[in-house]
């Protein structure tokens, strides 16, 4: 759970960093100026949107520094340039470069697309997700880019 006044801590360092006002820091990051106001008051508490929209604006900002405090600001040059590279690659790594994910496939003869075949899931695996951890959050975009987000 996000600790509010923690996080407006937080928000105030990269405010400061930045030499940025509220007002300029809302304009920058493409959110009104009354939710940043209402956010740094305390009001109200930062959307999903709000965050991602401060991390793609500013690159050495770290997910985990800015809900939790765990991690650094700013981040060094080599987290900066792994993670922005990784977002920005528009091929998986274990994808042939000749074949996307929407390319068709031989069967018998019969052409057919990937994304209408269908997958068994493995038997015997236990879905029991309480005790796990998130490895990993990636989404894939239809102009075939991906972004990546590790713990």
């Known amino acids: 759970m996000v600790n509010i006044d923690d996080f407006v801590k937080r928000l105030e360092t990269v405010l400061d960093y930045y030499g ?49 405090g765990r991690g650094n600001f700013p981040k060094t040059n080599d987290e900066v340039d792994e ?7 528009p091929i998986l790594p274990n994808q042939n470069s000749e074949k996307d994910l929407f390319s068709t496939f031989e069967i018998n003869g019969k052409e057919e697309k990937e994304e209408t075949k269908k997958s068994s899931a493995p038997k015997n695996v236990n879905y029991d997700l309480e005790d796990d951890e998130i490895e990993k959050i990636v989404l894939f975009y239809k102009n075939g880019t991906f972004k990546a987000y590790s713990p």
């Not at 956010?39 to 793609?56: A, C, H, Q, T, Y």
């Open 20 to 68: 940025l006002n509220a007002s300029a820091f809302a304009d920058k990051i493409g959110v009104q100026r009354s939710s940043m106001s209402h956010l740094l008051s305390g009001r109200n508490k930062p959307s999903l949107d709000f965050v991602m929209k401060i991390l793609e604006v500013f690159p050495d900002v770290d997910l985990y520094w800015i809900l939790i």
């Open 83 to 89: 993670k922005t590279s990784n977002a920005s690659t």
